[in-house]
């Protein structure tokens, strides 16, 4: 993959507007990634949640609701979503803006708490634990990939890259794991460039990159491409198709652009906090017909 130009290529604004849906994490986007990682030298609790639970899930919830107290009165963000989600698969949110996709990432990610139901991920209950127990968890399985692409500036793409690895006492093989994600995002040749010196859709892949560092069990994406413009945007998402087919990592796309969310295998349609479908994506049933 080329280097794209950085001119044209960004464009302005969230997708996610809402102030409700932004204000639902409980942790700053940065400090979901340093904090858990920080945290990860510690053993991390093996609590299995109770009754019937399929082994081949990485993400399960149960009738989880999320309210809030504005002006007086109680505003409900989510409510009695219910689904499954199986390892290794590629599952997209989609739906207007303040429909709920951000304020259910947060909640399926553990950062932060619904106001009922359950949440497991990869067999664990997220109910029960702590602050610090859920950050250990996403520091050993979860990677993030946010819209504002959240690069550290004084440091190189590849020094950005290492940070997770580094974070989790394997410095021996940070600099060779992030080489070789380099090349795998089709920059190779831009390690050495700080974030300033890279165009947006760059600075995006190296995010992605990092993401991938760590070799995450599932990555949850929050509007990846919505400060690019279309064709830098469709790039990106079909890196992340492929790193989700090649390393099995579980993959849950939050997007608010249809075309985007087509290459996901699963589609999750919410509205006023509900979901109102639940549907394999059209690149999904063209791959199942041509089967």
Same mark, same amino acid.
């Given at each position: 993959?080329?280097?794209?130009?950085?001119?044209?290529?960004?464009?302005?604004?969230?997708?996610?507007?809402?102030?409700?849906?932004?204000?639902?994490?409980?942790?700053?986007?940065?400090?979901?990634?340093?904090?858990?990682?920080?945290?990860?030298?510690?053993?991390?609790?093996?609590?299995?949640?109770?009754?019937?639970?399929?082994?081949?899930?990485?993400?399960?919830?149960?009738?989880?609701?999320?309210?809030?107290?504005?002006?007086?009165?109680?505003?409900?963000?989510?409510?009695?979503?219910?689904?499954?989600?199986? $390892?290794?698969?590629? /599952? *997209?949110? !989609? =739906?207007?803006?303040?429909? &709920?996709?951000?304020?259910?990432?947060? #909640?399926?990610? @553990?950062?932060?708490?619904?106001?009922?139901?359950?949440?497991?991920?990869?067999?664990?209950?997220?109910?029960?634990?702590?602050?610090?127990?859920?950050?250990?968890l996403r520091a050993a399985k979860v990677g993030f990939v946010f819209q504002s692409f959240h690069?550290?500036?004084?440091?190189?793409?590849?020094?950005?890259?290492?940070?997770?690895?580094?974070?989790?006492?394997?410095?021996?093989?940070?600099?060779?794991? $992030?080489?070789?994600? /380099? *090349?795998? !995002? =089709?920059?190779?040749?831009? &390690?050495?460039?700080?974030?300033?010196? #890279?165009?947006? @859709?760059?600075?995006?892949?190296?995010?992605?990159?990092?993401?991938?560092?760590?070799?995450?069990?599932?990555?949850?994406?929050?509007?990846?491409?919505?400060?690019?413009?279309?064709?830098?945007?469709?790039?990106?998402?079909?890196?992340?198709?492929?790193?989700?087919?090649?390393?099995?990592?579980?993959?849950?796309?939050?997007?608010?652009?249809?075309?985007?969310?087509?290459?996901?295998?699963?589609?999750?349609?919410?509205?006023?906090?509900?979901? !109102?479908?639940?549907?394999?994506?059209?690149?999904?049933?063209?791959?199942?017909?041509?089967?």
């Amino acid at each position: 993959m080329g280097r794209e130009s950085a001119a044209g290529e960004e464009k302005g604004g969230r997708g996610e507007g809402e102030a409700l849906e932004a204000g639902s994490r409980a942790e700053p986007l940065q400090a979901a990634i340093s904090s858990g990682a920080a945290a990860s030298a510690r053993p991390i609790l093996d609590m299995m949640p109770e009754g019937a639970f399929s082994r081949t899930s990485m993400i399960r919830c149960e009738s989880l609701t999320k309210t809030y107290r504005s002006g007086g009165r109680e505003l409900t963000v989510l409510n009695g979503i219910t689904f499954e989600l199986e $390892a290794r698969g590629f /599952l *997209a949110i !989609v =739906g207007p803006s303040g429909s &709920g996709k951000s304020t259910l990432l947060a #909640l399926l990610a @553990g950062l932060d708490r619904a106001t009922g139901g359950r949440v497991w991920l990869d067999g664990q209950d997220l109910g029960p634990l702590t602050e610090d127990e859920r950050a250990r968890l996403r520091a050993a399985k979860v990677g993030f990939v946010f819209q504002s692409f959240h690069l550290i500036p004084t440091l190189t793409a590849r020094e950005n890259i290492q940070v997770p690895l580094e974070l989790r006492g394997q410095d021996r093989e940070a600099r060779a794991r $992030a080489e070789e994600l /380099l *090349a795998r !995002v =089709g920059l190779a040749d831009r &390690g050495h460039h700080y974030p300033a010196q #890279l165009s947006g @859709g760059e600075q995006q892949r190296v995010a992605l990159a990092r993401a991938f560092s760590h070799r995450p069990r599932i990555l949850f994406a929050d509007e990846p491409t919505g400060n690019l413009d279309a064709a830098t945007g469709a790039n990106v998402i079909a890196l992340m198709d492929e790193l989700n087919r090649e390393l099995g990592t579980t993959l849950v796309l939050v997007t608010h652009d249809p075309d985007l969310a087509s290459r996901a295998r699963r589609m999750l349609r919410l509205l006023d906090g509900r979901i !109102v479908s639940d549907t394999a994506a059209p690149a999904a049933r063209t791959a199942e017909a041509r089967a």
